[in-house]
């Protein structure tokens, strides 16, 4: 796939190395041309110097070629505007832009622009460290209804298995992390102290369900 990069910084130097190592083809816009030094000089894609949302500069980027687009700058307002641009007169579907206000993010993510929050995002992450009760969403669809987020199991829980956890709150266990690392669990899986639990539900039954995953399991047995 051919994907064009608005931004050079280091976000987006470190994705289009990482996409290009991967095979794909890499375009990469930024108004510095002194910004391109963090590619290096292995980088093999495009260099175009302009504005993002540009079409001319789009263009020469590649962009009617291209089946991605990512706006990594580090203005909000270019990398929507830029968004924008790429998905309806070019018609890219696969379409993301790094927004640095959590609350316009979210306005955007509405809209139907995937967005990056990149200040709320590093937020939640701290907070679901300092303050892992409660939970924090990792992802909510367009329309705010469901979302993916990470929901603290009192330790009564550990021993049982994931179909208890989900029959008796009403959630679907998207994934584990344990140990550090990320398991996709079926029905049989049993909770291990030390479990983060990320769990799909509906945004009308977060309290609800905090309050499933605090009280624990209602029957003893496993």
Not at 8 to 14: D, I, L, N
Not at 185 to 201: C, I, K, W
Not at 205 to 212: C, L, N, Y
Request: contains cysteine; hydrophobic residues 40%.
């Amino acid at each position: 796939m051919h994907i064009v990069i608005m931004g050079c910084g280091r976000v987006g130097s470190a994705l289009a190395q990482t996409l290009e190592q991967q095979g794909h083809t890499v375009a990469v816009i930024d108004q510095d041309p002194t910004a391109f030094r963090r590619l290096g000089s292995g980088f093999g894609g495009r260099r175009v110097t302009g504005v993002g949302f540009d079409q001319d500069t789009l263009r020469e980027a590649g962009i009617e070629e291209a089946g991605a687009f990512a706006a990594v700058s580090s203005g909000d307002n270019s990398n929507i505007i830029a968004a924008r641009v790429a998905r309806e007169m070019f018609g890219i579907e696969n379409v993301a832009a790094r927004i640095y206000d959590p609350r316009r993010a979210e306005v955007y993510q509405r809209l139907g622009i995937p967005t990056v929050a990149t200040v709320r995002w590093t937020a939640d992450q701290m907070l679901r460290r300092l303050l892992p009760s409660g939970a924090e969403p990792l992802w909510r669809d367009p329309t705010g209804g469901v979302q993916l987020a990470e929901v603290h199991a009192d330790e009564s829980w550990v021993g049982h298995k994931i179909s208890t956890l989900q029959e008796e709150t009403g959630v679907r266990v998207a994934f584990l992390t344990r140990l550090g690392e990320a398991i996709l669990p079926t029905s049989q899986t049993v909770l291990q102290e030390g479990d983060l639990v990320h769990v799909m539900m509906r945004s009308d039954d977060v309290e609800k369900v905090e309050a499933s995953f605090s009280e624990g399991p209602k029957e003893d047995g496993h």
